[in-house]
């Protein structure tokens, strides 16, 4: 099994685990040893309380079924399991190593019942899914492989200590091609190993299929207008479009609004890829339009990976991959715009702007209402990314006033 496997002596030294308590706080990191050492005051948080404590993660080949798994269980550990137990988001990983994270959940039960159990049974019993559960012995505590009371098995026992935070956030080491897509095979390749399990993936391969390979030729100028749900992007683009005659494309393209409910209802790894393809089409229809008059896009690849790598990051903006980054780099093989701007307001006002308009939101949406660390994240990862880079325009002036502001930096930079 892979994670008993990882717990061998030789990998000791490397393999560390992260567990979240709260987005404010930084993560516990921890790591397992063949020898009781003293736990740090740290660890009495997590290991030293009451109760019992288990952990859990899926193992399978298919990441489309490991990321389907992790998803239902999340939610059947927040809907079953009584308010007396904490679900914590978990990950092990070997430090700084890319794609070697394995995420999972932490599980502290305060309860007299046996609910945590019963639950953690049944998710053995229907999923590939490994379960450890950690015991308290006099001031050390240990882990070992869980197995309900009736079926007892000889097990390792591992002694927990203290683990230095590695130099980057563990959840920055999966972000290539499983929340962020770099080619467009990469996130075509998701969606066909979803065909059978989503049928609507065939019907949106189709429309990747159909769009003609967009070589760009020196056009027009194509405009990218950026920013959060709220800061005035249509109200912009419309505007834009009647004052220079242009062409206004979003992405994703209509094309694909009918399957856009159902890959936001998916986890992060088919939902990103949903959303990666649609910039492709969307790049197919600019480099048509382009030819023939100028081009304002609604979001497009900012959006795309700056939602993306604030999801998946957990935590304080200090956890996003630093600047300069390999990953706020600009897919190689997407037909890159002329010109981004990021239309930012204060959160005072953004929030003004979402009641007055009174629309539904999308979950996302609302979480970032209520969690300014993931909207700050959001907009410190859209000014990461580079070539090209945003252009921060100040959208809190009247919607003429903004206009203006935007018509004069457009003169300046793409000569229109
Ligand atoms: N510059 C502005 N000043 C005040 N209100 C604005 C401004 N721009 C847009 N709004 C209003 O804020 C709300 C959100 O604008 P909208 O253009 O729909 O944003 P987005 O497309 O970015 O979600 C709308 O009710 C719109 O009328
Ligand atoms: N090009 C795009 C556009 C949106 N997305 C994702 C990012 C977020 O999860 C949502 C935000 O879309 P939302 O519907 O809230 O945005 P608008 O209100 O249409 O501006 O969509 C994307 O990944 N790539």
């Not at 999340?74 to 137990?85: A, E, G, I, N, P």
């Not at 309900?148 to 959840?171: F, G, K, L, M």
């Not at 990314?385 to 252009?391: K, T, V």
């Amino acid at each position: 099994m892979l994670q008993r496997a990882m717990f061998r002596c030789g990998q000791l030294s490397s393999r560390v685990f992260a567990v979240e308590f709260d987005l404010r706080t930084q993560p516990l990191y921890f790591t397992l040893s063949s020898n009781p050492q003293e736990l740090h005051h740290a660890h009495q948080q997590l290991f030293g309380d009451d109760g019992k404590l288990f952990s859990l993660h899926v193992h399978s080949d298919s990441r489309i079924e490991k990321a389907q798994a992790h998803a239902e269980i999340k939610h059947k550990l927040c809907v079953t399991l009584s308010q007396d137990c904490d679900v914590f988001e978990a990950s092990s990983f070997i430090p700084d190593v890319k794609n070697s994270v394995v995420k999972g959940f932490f599980i502290r039960d305060k309860s007299t019942t046996t609910l945590s159990e019963d639950t953690l049974k049944t998710l053995q019993q229907s999923k590939s899914v490994c379960v450890f559960s950690y015991k308290r012995e006099g001031e050390y505590c240990w882990q070992e492989l869980w197995s309900p009371v009736d079926q007892v098995q000889e097990s390792v026992r591992q002694y927990i200590t203290p683990a230095a935070a590695a130099e980057h956030h563990p959840s920055t080491l999966n972000i290539r091609n499983s929340d962020v897509f770099y080619c467009m095979d990469e996130a075509y390749k998701v969606l066909q190993e979803c065909t059978d399990i989503i049928p609507e993936s065939k019907e949106v391969l189709k429309l990747v299929d159909e769009q003609l390979e967009t070589s760009r030729a020196d056009g027009f100028p194509v405009i990218v207008i950026e920013g959060l749900d709220a800061t005035g992007k249509t109200t912009l683009t419309e505007a834009l479009r009647e004052s220079l005659n242009a062409t206004l494309l979003k992405s994703p393209p209509q094309c694909l609004a009918p399957f856009r409910q159902r890959f936001d209802s998916e986890p992060p790894l088919i939902r990103r890829a949903f959303y990666a393809l649609g910039n492709y089409i969307t790049a197919a229809h600019i480099g048509k339009e382009s030819l023939r008059a100028p081009v304002i896009v609604d979001r497009y690849w900012h959006s795309t990976a700056a939602y993306a790598i604030a999801t998946a990051v957990g935590g304080r903006v200090e956890n996003l991959p630093k600047p300069g980054s390999e990953l706020y780099r600009w897919p190689e093989d997407l037909l890159q715009p002329n010109l981004v701007l990021l239309l930012t307001v204060s959160p005072e006002e953004r929030l003004r702007r979402l009641r007055d308009r009174g629309q539904d939101k999308t979950v996302e949406e609302a979480e970032l209402e209520i969690n300014q660390l993931f909207r700050l994240k959001v907009e410190e990862a859209y000014k990461r990314i580079q070539n090209p880079a945003c252009i921060i325009v100040d959208a809190s002036p009247s919607p003429q006033e903004v206009l203006q502001q935007v018509q004069h930096l457009i003169r300046n930079k793409c000569h229109l």
